[in-house]
């Protein structure tokens, strides 16, 4: 069974910063992209982050979070992180880890979600 499970969210201030985990299981994840979303109250599901679990893991990142928000993967771990920094308010948001098929344009594989908040 496939497994996708986040942790790491919570609340802090505006210019704080959070560290998301996601830890990955139940299948090989090789051939896989691993991201991040985030959806808001009110707001649909939007694309944060990701980066690819094998090579040399090339990553991408939204526009509203480069500079901001960093991606690794420990293979080890079968773990992915988001190192996310100068938090702000419009960051407050259910954040999810995803594994998309290196050939499909959608996630397969969901998480639970975790709650970030950020207060002004």
């Known amino acids: 069974q496939v497994q996708l499970v986040e942790s790491g969210g919570g609340l802090v201030q505006a210019g704080g910063s959070l560290r998301l985990s996601c830890a990955a299981s139940?299948?090989?994840?090789?051939?896989?992209?691993m991201g991040w979303f985030r959806q808001a109250p009110g707001r649909q599901r939007e694309f944060v982050a990701s980066?690819?679990?094998?090579?040399?893991?090339?990553?991408s990142y939204a526009d509203s979070v480069k500079g901001r928000f960093s991606i690794s993967r420990d293979n080890t771990k079968n773990t992915v992180y988001l190192q996310m920094n100068s938090l702000k308010p419009e960051d407050t948001a259910v954040y999810y880890c995803?594994?998309?098929?290196?050939?499909?344009?959608?996630?397969?594989?969901w998480g639970q979600g975790t709650q970030v908040t950020v207060s002004s």
């Open positions: 139940g299948r090989s994840f090789s051939n896989y992209i």
């Open positions: 980066i690819s679990w094998s090579g040399g893991g090339s990553t």
């Open positions: 995803a594994a998309r098929g290196v050939l499909k344009l959608i996630p397969d594989y």
